[in-house]
Structure formats: C-alpha cells, structure tokens
C-alpha cells in the first residue's frame, strides 16, 4: 500500500468524538478553521449544487447562549427543564469554535434530498478528518434545538433546508479511545 493510503486510513481510524466539556478551552487559530472549511468544499456533490453552508462561531459561549434562549422560548412551560437550558447554555464553554452545518437546497434542484444531505454530511466528515489530522478534538452535535424548526427558522432557512448538526472544536488533554461494536464481516456481503 502506499504512503498516501496508510496516512489516510491512519486518519480515519484515529478520528475520534471528545465531546466539548472534555475540551480544554484553547483557541485553535482561525486560519486552521479557514482549512478545514475548505476540506469541507471539496466534499462530493450530485450535479455541484454543493448544498452545504456553515455559520462559524469564533466566540463559542455566544452560540451557547443563542442555543440555550431558542430552547427556552420554544419550549412548553410544562417540558421546560432548567438542566436542560443550562445544559445547552454551558455546553461550547470549552471549544474554540462551533461550526453550524446546514445543508441548503438550491431553486429549482431535481437532486434528491437525501443526496444533498448526504453531501454535506461529507463536507463535515472532512471537517472532522481534517481536525483530526491537525491534532484538534471534534464533536458532531445535534442535541437541543438542533434539528428543531426553531432552529431552521432562526436561522432563516427554506423549507426543505436541514441543520446537519453543530461541530464544535478545539482541544483536549485527553486522548478519547474507539472501538467497532459489529464485525465488518456482519456488515458486508460480497457478490461475485
């Protein structure tokens, strides 16, 4: 095999979730961030509509808050849990960043849906291998308001746009450890 596989492959198996109050509250330089958006836009795209558009939160603690008031002002009395908000309020404390992820349909698009998604999903697994690469931790969320129409709305999206999820990044001083649960012998079947 060669060097360019083994690195890669290195990468991929490294990539691992540290979720953000694991972080340590470094600030990862924004010209590191500026690279990883351009991993992400390389991600593949049916007919290039590269549907993916990202909101970057230099100041985590500010996505913190907007997160946790759209939770409390789109939240039932009755549902309402104070953990929950504190919970959403607290959760980039320690991040450098948080990248908003959404995917957004073009006018007019006969690309499937579940393309597009898949197409920014790509674009933030880029992001996620690229920070891997760099040394930095990564979290996918899409806890909280997330996926709420709360969030599309706040955030001005269409109809059919979808928030993929809130990568938040940074670094730790611990080293998150992985594993496989199913055999990849369970998950393929080989025709031939």
């Not at 990468?11 to 972080?23: A, G, L, S, V, Y």
């Not at 939240?75 to 953990?83: K, V």
């Not at 674009?123 to 709420?148: C, D, K, R, V």
């Amino acid at each position: 095999m060669s060097n360019t596989f083994d690195t890669i492959a290195s990468i991929i198996k490294n990539r691992r979730t540290t979720k953000p109050p694991e972080m340590n509250g470094q600030k990862i330089p924004d010209e590191q961030i500026t690279a990883l958006l351009e991993l992400a836009d390389w991600a593949p795209t049916h007919a290039n509509t590269e549907p993916w558009n990202f909101i970057v939160y230099a100041q985590p603690k500010l996505f913190g808050q907007q997160h946790a008031e759209l939770y409390k002002a789109n939240t039932p009395a009755n549902e309402y849990m104070q953990m929950t908000y504190e919970k959403l309020l607290n959760m980039p404390n320690k991040a450098s960043h948080v990248i908003l992820c959404t995917m957004q349909r073009k006018p007019l698009t006969r690309i499937p849906v579940l393309e597009e998604i898949a197409a920014t999903a790509c674009a933030m697994q880029n992001i996620l291998l690229g920070a891997t690469a760099l040394g930095l931790a990564s979290y996918w969320g899409s806890g909280g308001m997330i996926h709420s129409p709360a969030m599309k709305q706040y955030l001005g999206l269409g109809e059919d746009d979808v928030v993929l999820g809130a990568l938040y990044l940074g670094y730790s001083d611990t080293k998150p450890t992985g594993k496989r649960n199913i055999p990849l012998s369970e998950k393929v079947t080989w025709v031939k």
